[in-house]
T-cell receptor
């Protein structure tokens, strides 16, 4: 079974540009999460989808970030316009509590975003 | 604000020894406690979870939880060089959304 995949693995952009990150969760997982780790800091929650609906977006830093999950499958996270402080590693995770019994989240490899 | 604190390390132990990783948390309402292992450049991988006070053992790993002291630990027995990684402590309440610590780097040297 394929795990959570993310694309691209690395992205280097200039301040003011737009970047779109993609996450493909494990097939059948209704729950999809985005996290971010800024260098030297802890992994922080951004938002949570249940299928195509945003369940919790309390961690989104500001309105420059837009997440979508059309059709309840893959998700995209767009940053527009990017700022220097947006640099970090963006992780996606998915889970299906019904199957796992607990909320075991499976993480993707992350996208390393560098804003110059 | 909910906080999870870990010593960043590195914690260096010889092969075969017991590695002890510690974590404290601020939210007394926390219900679920997780340990993730993250190899450099890789994704975090869940290795242990615990809900109740006491110990939970799985192979060479033992998670210990003390809710009164707001303390959770991970013991790795018979440490191997392949255990060298960053270990992330995560804590969540009823929302299933974990709050992570910054992680402890573990180095197991032959």
């Amino acid at each position: 079974e394929a795990g959570v995949t993310q694309f691209p693995s690395h992205s280097v952009i200039e301040k003011g540009q737009t970047v779109t990150l993609r996450c493909d969760p494990i097939s059948g997982h209704d729950n999809l999460y985005w996290y971010r780790r800024v260098m030297g800091k802890e992994i922080k929650f951004l938002l949570h989808f249940v299928k195509e609906s945003k369940q919790d977006e309390s961690g989104m830093p500001n309105n420059r970030f837009l997440a979508e999950r059309t059709g309840g499958t893959y998700s995209t996270l767009k940053v527009q316009p990017a700022e220097l402080e947006d640099s970090g590693v963006y992780f996606c995770a998915s889970s299906d509590p019904v199957l796992a019994g607990i909320n075991e989240q499976f993480f993707g490899p992350g996208t390393r975003l560098t804003v110059l | 604000q909910k906080e999870v604190e870990q010593n960043s390390g590195p914690l260096s132990v010889p092969e075969g020894a017991i590695a002890s990783l510690n974590c404290t948390y601020s939210d007394r309402g926390s219900q679920s406690f997780f340990w993730y292992r993250q190899y450099s450049g890789k994704s975090p991988e869940l290795i242990m979870f615990i809900y109740s006070n006491g110990d939970k053992e799985d192979g060479r790993f033992t998670a210990q939880l003390n809710k009164a002291s707001q303390y959770v630990s991970l013991l790795i027995r018979d440490s191997q060089p392949s255990d060298s990684a960053t270990y992330l402590c995560a804590v969540s309440g009823g929302s299933y959304i974990p709050t992570f610590g910054r992680g402890t780097s573990l180095i197991v040297h032959p």
